[in-house]
């Protein structure tokens, strides 16, 4: 239903190649057995408050997801917390970041809510992440660059790392252009209406009640100001994922490899960044293989040893990053005796889902945009 199933084939095949690679990496290093030794002996007191921080962003997370939802309806941050808890361990244990429809389908189900409204709100958000790791990128790329951290004799390929950030950098240009064309210009919406509504039968009318609930979502973007706050709601996030990635370095003592504090904290940054944003790339789930590529290259081109490295990706990304969203999402589950298999069925349109009819968007839009897009 999701996805046809050469997704799930390409998203193994790139976790594979890239988990190989690693490997590969770790047979280069002279003493390979070396790993396990740097794991042993890592300070592992300091994952405590890395688990308790990425908690606290979660939060962050739930209040900025209310505010995407407030055009629409207003949610307690209660209720939203595990929806988001649920959200993340989809992404976590499924393939093609399958999450982000078990969410919508999630709070759909449980507070009578359309789907494809919840799915367009996520969009949003996860534009905006995208948008503020490129950001952080772009700012402490170049200023470590200039520093002269960049090890380039590593085998790093700078022309491959300058490629993909271009083109990343685009991407994630283009769909805010797209977005925010939706959410203020009633006319580049009414035109998308009209070639969905060529669509044949019941695809077309799917079409177009996902189109209309999707458009809905998007009027938080249509104003300059609603832009500033996301950016604003989107910080206290990412601030709290840095903080997570500098604490586990602390179990490595990654520090002692740079100069200076303010460089380190540039490095933490420019991984926290560059590593989130690999986990856009397909993979078999949870991001794992481009994460640990990613954050290892990331790490090797500052001059950090390449066992240090891995080990450091492996603990950030499986033990702080992923194990514990999982087990706590588990529970929430159990809890209300559902399982992830069960809320991959869409749920049934709600009766206050946008009727699948060309020229409503406008209306419903422009409506929820005058009941609230200002909370």
Sequence with gaps: MFAAKWHLWLGIAVSVALLLFLAWQVYRIDDPSGLIDELAAANYIYLIPAVAVYFVGVLFRALRWQYLLAPMRRFPVRRLYPVVVIGYTANNLLPMRLGELIRSYYLARQEKFSASSALGSIAVERLFDGLTLIALVAVTAPWLLLLGEFDWTTGISQTAAIILAAVVLLAFGGFLLLFTLLAVWQGFAAMIERLLALLPGKLGEMALRFFASF?????????????????????????????????????????????????????????????????????????????????????????????????????????????????????????QNLNLRQLTRQPDPEPGDPPANPGQTEARAANSSLAGGDS
């Design 215 to 335: 458009v809905s979502a998007l009027s938080i973007l249509n104003s300059p100001r609603k832009h500033l706050a996301l950016v604003a709601l989107s910080a206290p996030v990412w601030i709290c994922e840095f903080l997570v990635y500098l604490l586990v370095s602390y179990c490595f003592d990654i520090g002692s490899h740079f100069d200076s504090v303010g460089v380190y904290l540039l490095a933490i940054a420019l991984l926290t960044a560059t590593s989130n944003l690999a986990t856009g790339i397909p993979s078999a789930v949870g991001g794992i293989g481009p994460f640990e590529v990613v954050a290892q290259q990331t790490l090797t081109a500052l001059g950090v040893a390449v066992g240090v490295a891995v080990d450091y990706a492996l603990v950030v990304h499986l033990v702080a990053l992923w194990l514990p969203v999982n087990i706590v999402g588990l529970l929430i589950l159990w809890k």
